[in-house]
């Protein structure tokens, strides 16, 4: 199972991470992946700086926002499936 951990913290709340995280949910559910991906909601990743801290297994997503979400999900999470 890939773990998939997505900052909560102030700063990228401010910018989307709730969004975010439904949005990958939602990628999730439609593709039957629930039980191949896991997401977990964390607090400071230290990369407040680089967008939505996103990161998957040891990677770090960077630049995430809520409008390349999709993207960034088949690059970084749908090729380690």
């Avoid at 409008?67 to 088949?74: L, T």
Wanted: one cysteine or more.
């Amino acid at each position: 199972m890939i773990q998939v951990s997505i900052c909560v913290g102030s700063s990228c709340h401010l910018k989307g991470s709730y969004q975010i995280i439904q949005i990958f949910q939602d990628i999730i559910k439609n593709n039957k992946l629930q039980d191949k991906v896991e997401l977990k909601a964390s607090f400071c990743l230290e990369r407040c700086t680089k967008g939505v801290s996103v990161k998957v297994e040891d990677e770090f997503i960077d630049e995430l926002t809520i409008s390349n979400a999709a993207e960034k999900f088949q690059e970084y999470i749908v090729r380690r499936l």
